[in-house]
T-cell receptor
Framework: ETGVTQSPTHLIKTRGQQVTLRCSSQ?????VSWYQQALGQGPQFIFQ???????GRGNFPPRFSGLQFPNYSSELNVNALELDDSALYLC???????????FGQGTRLTVV | KQEVTQIPAALSVPEGENLVLNCSFT??????LQWFRQDPGKGLTSLLL???SQREQTSGRLNASLDKSSGRSTLYIAASQPGDSATYLC????????????WGAGTKLIIKP
């Protein structure tokens, strides 16, 4: 059984660019949630995908978008990057929308 | 609106001590509460999940309790070791949310050898 994996682990982008982050869910899990974590703070919910449909969304602008694929892996896309988008982006998978969440190691995004 | 608070923000204790980390939440209508560990710059490791109908869960030297009526959870760590040094976060899954977890800011724990 493989855990949750995220790629890339680190990324540096320029303001205004677009970025795609990827997440492979744990085997058997059908739900993926994305979180943004600023330094020294708890994670903030971006959105959740359940069986390929967006199932809930936090207080993030539309330039944050995502996808879930038939194998339940997921992508987070961020357009028109801003300096404040610099953060650790965490992906969690679970079997069900309120089940125990298992997290990947995160992608550290730096916007310069 | 659900809010989660963790006190203290930081804690430093000698190796071998038993310790308690606290988590409080404002709305008792939750599906579950989860405790996580985070090492610097890393992802989150799930430690324990307590369903709303449960009072406690145990895993090795860790014991987590849940008192929904008072909006409190504690994480008890027995016989602490330097390898336990990390930030510990609690998160609740509220019933009226859009399936998101609501997080505390964490307690940074340092175990001194």
């Amino acid at each position: 059984e493989t855990g949750v994996t995220q790629s890339p682990t680190h990324l540096i982008k320029t303001r205004g660019q677009q970025v795609t982050l990827r997440c492979s869910s744990q085997s058997g899990h059908n739900t993926v949630s994305w979180y943004q974590q600023a330094l020294g703070q708890g994670p903030q919910f971006i959105f959740q995908y359940y069986r390929e449909e967006e199932n809930g969304r936090g207080n993030f602008p539309p330039r944050f978008s995502g996808l879930q694929f038939p194998n339940y892996s997921s992508e987070l896309n961020v357009n028109a990057l801003e300096l404040d988008d610099s953060a650790l982006y965490l992906c969690a998978s679970s079997f069900g929308r309120v089940a125990e969440a298992f997290f990947g190691q995160g992608t550290r995004l730096t916007v310069v | 609106k659900q809010e989660v608070t963790q006190i203290p923000a930081a804690l430093s204790v000698p190796e071998g001590e038993n310790l308690v980390l606290n988590c409080s939440f404002t709305d008792s209508a939750i599906y579950n509460l989860q405790w996580f560990r985070q090492d610097p710059g890393k992802g989150l490791t799930s430690l324990l999940l307590i369903q709303s109908s449960q009072r406690e869960q145990t895993s090795g030297r860790l014991n987590a309790s849940l008192d929904k009526s008072s909006g409190r959870s504690t994480l008890y760590i027995a016989a602490s070791q330097p390898g336990d040094s990390a930030t510990y976060l609690c998160a609740v899954s509220p019933m009226d949310s859009n399936y998101q977890l609501i997080w505390g800011a964490g307690t940074k724990l340092i175990i001194k050898p």
